[in-house]
């Protein structure tokens, strides 16, 4: 029988320790890119929406969206890595670099960093740290991330697990501010939040009260957006005979709807440096309605900068509920049935003058 051309996808068993994958394809970006991913998540953030608040930020231009960036760097590593996958687990250590504009090419590179069969014998999650590069072959993003991955063959030995330590959150030193960055002329009118770093206190917890319904049209068109061809998504004759019966939501679609919503209460928290970490805490479908809160974490100073500084932030996304009482977990711990993402991220803000 002549081998297949198709490619199916590595499935659990197929990944081992140290395991190295160059990902197909690089992307150009585009301003279209940029425009489109506004007209889905209606992100209103003024560094990376306006050319000139960009260039009295110190920056040529308006730098593309740090999610998107994110979106289309995962995106390169779902044939490899999560074609396969029942469900995207979470993230950690992920730190953003270069800005990116429009005409960068990106592409990713993963290393397999841990494994561990599920006790069901069916599935197993695989660790893997993934890098994005531009065309100068400067990095943009290194982030590692977790994913359940159904097994080929069942029978097939379970390897010998490895879960790697990661740590809580990504160290004030391992911060990357873009070059010239500079907040000495944040214009506050101009980026719609009087709110400076100092007006934020740790526990602090804000309820960005906006919602968005997620449309399916909208989900899929996303995710084609970032070339995500992970089947869960897509494919409803097949999720029919699936856990949940339907396709299931990108959690990234998620995350940036939570980062979109978040303008109403952190407007000038415009600059994305890091995810500390990051749990898909349930599923999100079609007809979804997505509200959004946030929590101080932490209040960071930057060595030597009177313009900016930092704040470690929670970031709690819900669907069908309002988040006035700010839903995180049950009495007994578990996720309140309400969440659909709980994400620690780092962002800059101007500080006062």
């Known amino acids: 029988m002549a081998a297949t051309k198709t490619d199916p ?58 999610l998107l960036v994110f979106h289309v760097v995962f995106g390169k590593t779902v044939p490899d890595i999560s074609l396969n996958a029942v ?10 670099g270069a800005p990116v504009y429009p005409g960068d090419t990106l592409s990713s590179r993963s290393e397999v960093i841990g494994l561990r069969q599920n006790s069901n014998g069916k599935t197993g999650t695989v660790y893997v740290r993934s890098v994005g590069s531009n065309q100068h072959g400067e990095t943009v993003l290194d982030y590692v991330r977790w994913v359940m991955v159904r097994k080929g063959d069942q029978a097939a030995a379970a390897p010998d697990p490895v879960v790697p330590d990661l740590p809580k959150q990504v160290p004030l030193d391992a911060f ?14 101009l980026s719609g939040s009087p709110h400076h770093w100092e007006d934020y206190e740790v526990g ?36 029919r005979e699936g856990r949940f019966g339907r396709r299931i939501v990108y959690g990234g679609h998620i995350i940036s709807l939570a980062r979109a919503l978040s303008f109403n209460g952190l407007g000038n928290a415009v600059k994305l440096v890091a995810i500390n ?17 946030s929590e101080v974490l932490e209040k960071l100073e930057l060595p030597g900068r009177k313009d900016m500084a930092a704040l470690r932030l929670r970031s709690v996304a819900a669907k069908d509920r309002p988040c006035a009482d ?4 049950r009495d007994d711990g578990a996720y309140d049935p309400a969440v659909v993402l709980d994400l620690d991220y780092s962002v800059l803000l101007p500080r006062r003058q």
């Open 176 to 189: 990357q501010l873009p070059a010239g960055l500079d907040f000495t002329a944040f214009d506050c009118g």
């Open 204 to 239: 602090e917890r804000i309820d960005h009260v906006d919602a968005m319904t997620i449309e399916e049209a909208e989900h899929q068109m996303a995710t084609r957006l970032y070339q995500n061809t992970a089947k869960v998504h897509f494919n409803l004759h097949s999720e």
């Open 87 to 96: 469900a995207n687990l979470g993230y950690a250590s992920c730190v953003f």
């Open 9 to 66: 996808g590595n499935y659990f068993e197929d990944f081992f320790i140290g395991q190295t994958i160059r990902h197909a394809t690089p992307r150009s970006l585009s301003e279209g890119d940029r425009a489109l991913y506004t007209a889905l998540y209606g992100s209103r953030f003024a560094l990376q929406s306006s050319n000139r608040f960009a260039e009295a930020s110190g920056l040529a231009r308006a730098p593309l969206d740090d």
């Open 326 to 329: 700010f839903p995180l977990r």
């Open 277 to 293: 970490a990051g749990t898909h805490a349930a599923p999100s479908f079609g007809g979804d309605t997505i509200y959004a809160w």
